[in-house]
């Protein structure tokens, strides 16, 4: 079992900054790929970055490369998605999500992650 807790949701002005952290319990961390996926009203869940659980590969959705980073810290059991330049259409609730795939290439689909936060809401106002 895996618990996963996300924080550093909030309301800013396009164009702002927010730092989603993801803190995870449980087992062991480092043997997760991760991911972070989002969600807004009416919407299905999106993909929207993962990285490896060797922190070497990263994915994005095309839409937020070069605006967001998906970054690791195994020594500290968390995950992060920095997120500059937002917009509003990057408004929607945020969940962090554990693939314990066994591979080093991580997931772009949901359905592949085993575990999943609760998640944080963004909200990103024109």
């Known amino acids: 079992q895996v618990q996963l807790v996300e924080s550093g949701g909030g309301s800013v002005q396009a164009g702002g900054s927010l730092t989603l952290s993801c803190a995870a319990s449980?087992?062991?961390?480092?043997?997760?790929?991760m991911g972070w996926f989002r969600q807004a009203p009416g919407k299905e869940r999106e993909f929207v970055a993962a990285?490896?659980?060797?922190?070497?590969?990263?994915y994005y959705l095309d839409s937020v490369k070069g605006r967001f980073t998906i970054s690791r810290d195994n020594a500290k059991n968390t995950l992060y998605l920095q997120m500059n330049s937002l917009k509003p259409e990057d408004t929607a609730v945020y969940y962090c999500?554990?693939?314990?795939?066994?591979?080093?290439?991580?997931?772009?689909?949901?359905?592949?992650?085993?575990?999943w936060g609760q998640g944080t809401q963004v909200t990103v106002s024109s």
């Open positions: 999500a554990a693939d314990f795939g066994g591979t080093y290439s991580p997931s772009r689909q949901p359905t592949e992650y085993d575990y």
């Open positions: 449980g087992r062991t961390f480092s043997r997760y790929n």
């Open positions: 990285i490896s659980r060797n922190v070497i590969t990263t």
